[in-house]
Nanobody, 129 residues
Framework: QVQLVESGGGLVRSGGSLRLSCAAS????????MGWFRQAPGKEREIVAA????????LYTESVKGRFTVARDNAKNTVYLQMNNLKPEDTAVYSC??????????????????????WGQGTQVTVSS
């Protein structure tokens, strides 16, 4: 079955960095786009970054542009989120997800949670001021 396992979260001071990893199994990873979402307490889940199956098309939410970098290694079935210059407002549970549509639909990214069909359990990121 499909499994997505995040790692790399933790507690960091404002201005610090973390690198999240999402290890995928149970499906042909290179056929699917992937996304990183986050949800802070009392807030709705939001897209952080989305990456197409090839890695050639990427989207970032405005608040993380220039600070976060999403990448994927299709040989390792893993997608990453490098987070630099972290801010307290980045505190949230971060989850990776797999798109519903495959590469047949094009080399594109997807931004809505409804576009994703499988989710990891999430990893907590806490940024102290």
């Amino acid at each position: 079955q499909v499994q997505l396992v995040e790692s790399g979260g933790g507690l960091v001071r404002s201005g610090g960095s973390l690198r999240l990893s999402c290890a995928a199994s149970g499906f042909t990873f290179s056929w699917y786009g992937m996304g990183w979402f986050r949800q802070a307490p009392g807030k709705e889940r939001e897209i952080v970054a989305a990456i197409s199956w090839s890695g050639g098309n990427i989207l970032y939410t405005e608040s993380v542009k220039g600070r976060f970098t999403v990448a994927r290694d299709n040989a390792k079935n893993t997608v990453y989120l490098q987070m630099n210059n972290l801010k307290p407002e980045d505190t949230a549970v971060y989850s990776c997800a797999r798109t519903k549509l495959t590469a047949i639909s094009g080399d594109t990214y997807y931004t809505r949670a409804d576009d994703y069909t499988d989710w990891g359990q999430g990893t907590q990121v806490t940024v102290s001021s």
